[in-house]
């Protein structure tokens, strides 16, 4: 079973245990002959993608009820994967969604680390540093790099673990993160779990 | 009386009760005869105040051993001001300031309201909102509006409100803030209380 994740810039395969990915704008779709299961946040990849059969949209096999409209397909999936869960999925922004007893309870956006980092610097060059994952969070700051990353990292921190819940890491900055969240399990393949529950589910296979 | 806090880009002054702004560009130090006392963060300000007999550096009487030393004037002002309070003065960046006992914990800095919707447009389009400070911040977020002003306010909110102490906000956005932080208390001239204080200590008048 192969299993694919499509972003705006790669296909993200899974192909049993094997990870890897392919550029968007030079993969060919129809150099693939067995079946995948794919989901896609590209318009453009979904185009050319629906014209062929051996590649399957998971994304119809969602209960879009329990979402709402504008939100994301890989965010969708992460939340398929868990239960009770804050799932912090930390890449260009990070979205932290919020599972209860297997229900969707909502979720914000928040700034990127790479974004973030920028923020600080167009406020003002004296503000240009990169964070510090090893911040005491218990520790106010008393110099200009820690009064910056406590400013991005304690404020997120603070509001999830509020949830009192598991909290599972997602996304390109996933390990940054679990300096932070010390607690927190690492989950690099989450949204393809997502994708194995719907398929079993659909009894797809 | 006359009191004056320089920024980057204005002479903010205070004549007893009255305030009002000058242009950095424009205004000409040496047109005022009476005796002004003064903080400024801008070094071309500095360098030609400091010539002038009748302008008065209130950052001599300052005891900089309770800050760090890239720690704005400014920010020292305010918490100047206060004994048991946490300071969210809200400009281009919004600084966190901790006052315990009239003691300075620590502080954050956290990106203003403009420099936090720039980011959220520049990571996608799909992000470009206003924020809603209408936002219950009990609800999580099924929308994207909402899902980013939470991203901004609430994990500010948690963070602030964790320390228990009475919050004060100041600077350009503080009535914004004041929608969320409800039982916070409005001072936009904080910093100029944190300047009386110090003349007050100094016995300069």
Redesign the interface.
């Known amino acids: 079973m192969i299993l694919c994740d499509i972003g705006n810039t790669s296909y993200h395969f899974l192909d049993e245990q094997k990870d890897y990915k392919k550029d968007v704008e030079t993969f060919n779709a129809l150099s693939v002959d067995e079946k995948v299961y794919y989901i896609s946040v590209n318009s453009n990849v979904n185009a050319v993608l629906e014209k062929l059969d051996n590649w399957i949209d998971l994304s119809q096999f969602i209960d879009r009820k329990k ?4 939100m994301g397909i890989d965010r969708i999936f992460a939340v398929e994967a868990v239960t009770n869960t804050v799932i912090v999925d930390a890449g ?3 979205t ?1 969604d ?1 599972v209860k007893y297997g229900n969707f ?8 680390v790479d ?2 980092r ?3 610097k ?3 060059p ?2 240009d540093y990169s964070f510090n994952f090893d911040l005491d969070l218990d ?6 790099q ?3 990353s ?3 990292l ?3 921190y ?2 999830v673990m ?1 949830h009192e819940l598991p909290v599972v890491l997602t996304g390109g900055n996933a390990k940054e993160l679990h300096k932070i969240f010390k607690n927190a399990s690492l989950n690099e393949t989450l949204i393809f779990d997502g994708m194995k529950q719907i398929i079993k589910k659909a009894i797809l296979c």
């Open positions: 979402y709402y409209e504008t260009s922004a990070i932290v919020v309870e909502g979720g914000f956006i928040y700034p990127g974004a973030m920028q923020t600080y167009n406020i003002s004296a503000l520790i106010m700051p008393k110099n200009s820690d009064a910056i406590y400013g991005f304690k404020t997120l603070s509001e509020h």
